[in-house]
């Protein structure tokens, strides 16, 4: 391939700085270990190795055309539930998006970075902006992400791994669910107050998503839950910012260790409001000091673990840059993510169809973004014309090529960091040891917010819950007969449950028990003499449940966010 001398000088000089900086983007974890010894001292100039991940993306950037560039900093969503072969139904949303049929012409279209895969479940609060869904089952998971990296391989970006993301928060918002070991919501985790036991849980996690071909999880959230936001909610660590810190960079470093690049979010803290930015724009009011004190504390705490990227949010933030959506503001995104807070990694888009970022055409809109300080577009509403519009701005210079190159050299350090390491055998999947780090985080979660600790429940019990939560019934009540509870369909020992979306209306005034199974908030209003809660529905935080139920464990979580005229426990430490 032909390289025009423009093009080559501004590689060259892109990696003459990479080298004499370093390369890393990391430079405290590029010094020597004890397993990687000191070279011996030398006044020459370091050399580039093939290990070096910054070194390999800058001479491979040196290589790429124009095309090559602008596609790399795209990670659209595409239809359909495989690489080649899709529905009539799927062909034609891929060509409305992108102007082609099957998912693996638009990587070969658009020379792509990366593709999202997407889905939702019933209470997920970010379905707005899930148009489609890639997600059936691993099986057929790991044989879509199969077809799309062989497409991706051959392309000119090709030596570098193809990423394939996927917002696997656990709790309400998770993608893939059937056949995967299920944490345990990460309120939950905030409630067990034990970032060894996050990182566990958390590392079975990534192998899980390794196994599945997936190498960019979209989380762990770091925001700090300072409203009673729905939107961000359980997905939050909680309201205590040190807390938060030590859960969200146990989070970062189980998932990394599997080979899965965590992405914290969503910068600079959407827990600071309770708007929907899939719907508005949230306007963060409070002062440059309470967001250095609350917002940011976990976004540092994640990027002094090591994460690989980080996530901007649409959100308004006042004291900063009045007006401007973060995911378009250089004074967030530049000035103080990277200036002030220190990260040097990827820096992601929240999707670029939700509706702060739509007030501009894809084109724009990705432009701005990319000038804005961030490196990867993330799902935007029109493939073509967020690829063309990158272009255009290329040529007339509103997107300076100095800033693309430096993106795409960001996005191809983190892929070739993620090299060179075989994907787990999908037995690997909901295996039992990955099923114990699950069952030991839930269970320290589980905490009495009202009633006597260590007491247990006698005579038959009845499991009843708000509508639409029979699997959920069901698995406590397998539980609890498993922890040797009797349960009948009435009449006994109302055990109620409550979960996301539940309001005072949903509660039941002559239950003994009330569990609430995502935030907490609405045991407030609740009248029954023992109120736990769970802040998580999975079959490992119904089982935990049981065992407390029967007095075979003590509940020894603390509740993560203040409810109001209730302690954060009753079961002290």
């Known amino acids: 391939m032909s390289i025009s001398p423009r093009r080559a000088g501004v590689a060259l000089a892109a990696l003459t700085a990479l080298l004499v900086s370093g390369c890393s983007g990391e430079p405290e974890r590029s010094r020597p270990t004890p397993s990687s010894p000191a070279p011996a001292p030398s006044s020459a100039a370091p050399t580039p190795t093939a290990a070096d991940p910054a070194a390999r993306a800058a001479a491979l950037v040196a290589t790429l055309s124009d095309e090559d560039l602008v596609g790399q900093v795209l990670m659209p969503y595409a239809y359909g539930s495989s690489a080649t072969k899709v529905s009539p139904g799927s062909a034609a949303g891929n060509r409305a998006l992108a102007g082609v049929d ?39 998971v790991r044989a879509l992400t199969d077809g799309l990296r ?36 990460p309120l939950a985790a905030g409630a067990a107050g034990n970032p060894a036991l996050t990182e566990a849980a958390w590392r079975a996690a990534g192998a899980e998503l390794a196994a599945m071909g997936v190498n960019l999880d979209f989380a762990p959230v770091a925001d700090v ?40 979010k969503h910068f600079p803290g959407h827990g600071l409001t309770a708007a929907d930015s899939h719907t508005d724009l949230p306007v963060v009011r409070q002062s440059r000091a309470v967001l250095d004190r609350t917002a940011f504390p976990p976004f540092h705490a994640g990027i002094d673990a090591g994460a690989m990227a980080v996530m901007s949010a649409h959100l308004d ?34 999707g670029m169809n939700m509706a702060p970022a739509k007030r501009w055409s894809p084109g724009e809109a990705a432009v701005r973004a990319l000038n804005a300080g961030n490196d990867l577009i993330l799902m935007t509403p029109n493939v073509g014309q967020a690829y063309d519009g990158l272009r255009a701005a290329l040529k007339d210079g509103s997107l300076p090529r100095t800033r693309l190159v430096d993106a795409v050299t960001r996005v191809l350090t983190m892929k070739f960091k993620l090299a060179d390491r075989p994907a787990p ?13 699950a069952a030991d985080l839930a269970a320290a979660a589980v905490t009495m917010l009202r009633g006597r600790c260590g007491s247990r429940l006698t005579g038959p019990v ?43 209306k949903d509660l039941r005034a002559d239950a003994t028990v009330t569990v609430a199974m995502d935030t907490p908030y609405v045991l407030a209003g609740a009248k029954s003499p023992t109120l736990l809660a769970t802040y998580s529905s999975t079959r490992a935080s119904m089982t935990a449940l049981a065992a407390v139920l029967a007095g075979k464990a003590r509940p020894t979580g603390r509740s993560p966010v203040p409810v109001s005229g209730l302690p954060a426990t009753t079961c002290g430490t």
């Open 102 to 140: 099957t998912p693996a012409e638009m990587v070969a279209k658009y020379r792509l970075g990366g593709l999202i895969l997407v889905g939702f479940s019933a209470d997920d609060p970010t379905s707005g902006n899930q148009e489609t869904t890639n997600v059936d089952n691993p099986k057929q």
């Open 425 to 437: 055998a999908l037995s690997t999947l909901d295996s039992a040891a990955h099923r114990k780090a």
């Open 462 to 504: 009845t499991v009843t819950a708000a509508a639409g939560r029979d699997r959920t019934k069901a698995a406590l009540a397998e539980a609890l007969t498993a922890a040797g509870v009797k349960v009948v369909p009435s009449g006994g020992t109302v055990v109620h449950l409550v979960g996301y979306g539940d309001g005072s």
């Open 225 to 264: 839950l300072a409203t009673r936001s729905t939107v961000i909610g359980s997905r939050s660590f909680g309201a205590d910012p040190k807390t938060a810190s030590a859960q969200v960079a146990g989070a970062v470093r189980g998932l990394q260790a599997e080979g899965v690049a965590a992405s914290v």
């Open 317 to 350: 933030v006042k004291a900063i840059d009045p007006g401007t959506p973060a995911t378009f503001s250089r004074k967030l995104l530049t000035d103080v993510l990277r200036g002030q807070l220190g990260f040097q990694g990827v820096v992601i888009t929240d």
């Open 150 to 185: 062989e497409a991706a391989g051959r392309l000119p970006a090709g030596p570098a791994p193809f990423l394939i993301g996927t917002d696997q928060e656990y709790g309400v918002v998770t993608r893939i669910t059937d056949g995967v070991t299920l944490l345990p919501s």
